[in-house]
Antibody, heavy 116, light 110 residues
Framework: QVQVVQSATEVKKPGASVKLSCKTSGYTFTTYLMHWVRQAPGQGLEWMGIINPSDGGTGYAQKFQGRVTMTRDTSTSTVYMELGGLTSEDTAVYYC?????????WGQGALVTVSS | QAGLTQPPSVSKDLRQTATLTCTGNSNNVGNEGAAWLLQHQGHPPKLLSYRNNNRPSGISERFSASRSGNTASLTITGLQPEDEADYYCSAWDSSLSAWVFGGGTKLTVL
């Protein structure tokens, strides 16, 4: 069955960068778009961007333009999201999710805490 | 970025019917419709429907979605205790070239 497994919790200092991974299995990796969505503590969902695993094409929410980079490795069926210039407002659970018309399969989430 | 509008909370009695709403505009909900997700505390979201009323495999028929103009709705019949959760709508916004979410509705089953 489809599985989406994310990397673990991260603690970062302000100004640092974080790179999260999202390993998929159970389907043809290049067939479906992947998204990154984050959720600050006690808050709603926020879309960050999209990557096409087939050609590596990306699209980012305007809010994150210039400090987010999404990449993929087709040999391991893994997508990555790197976010730079971290501030305390970036403290959140970060999810990757596979799109099949809707956001159908989600990773377990990775908590990123930004603190000095 | 502009998001979708959802009521913050809805309360309904056990076994009753709840209808949750999500209001956008002609660039998002009014264009390609909305998807609905539920989220229990401490868990990832779960997709309930997409493009108005397509349900993924395994989703109960008690959940049905619809759209009228720029407003999408999710109707949950025969409310069960496990339906108590946060519900989010989402849609592709063609003017922003971005996905947008509603702020979420907390459904309480009394």
């Amino acid at each position: 069955q489809v599985q989406v497994v994310q990397s673990a919790t991260e603690v970062k200092k302000p100004g640092a960068s974080v790179k999260l991974s999202c390993k998929t299995s159970g389907y043809t990796f290049t067939t479906y778009l992947m998204h990154w969505v984050r959720q600050a503590p006690g808050q709603g969902l926020e879309w960050m961007g999209i990557i096409n695993p087939s050609d590596g094409g990306t699209g980012y929410a305007q809010k994150f333009q210039g400090r987010v980079t999404m990449t993929r490795d087709t040999s391991t069926s893994t997508v990555y999201m790197e976010l730079g210039g971290l501030t305390s407002e970036d403290t959140a659970v970060y999810y990757c999710t596979r799109e099949t018309g809707g956001f159908e399969n989600w990773g377990q989430g990775a908590l990123v805490t930004v603190s000095s | 970025q502009a998001g979708l509008t959802q009521p913050p909370s809805v309360s309904k009695d056990l076994r009753q019917t709840a209808t949750l709403t999500c209001t956008g505009n002609s660039n998002n909900v009014g264009n390609e419709g909305a998807a609905w997700l539920l989220q229990h505390q401490g868990h990832p979201p779960k997709l309930l429907s997409y493009r108005n009323n397509n349900r993924p495999s395994g989703i109960s028929e008690r959940f049905s979605a619809s759209r009228s103009g720029n407003t999408a709705s999710l109707t949950i019949t025969g409310l069960q205790p496990e339906d108590e959760a946060d519900y989010y709508c989402s849609a592709w916004d063609s003017s922003l070239s971005a996905w947008v979410f509603g702020g979420g509705t907390k459904l309480t089953v009394l």
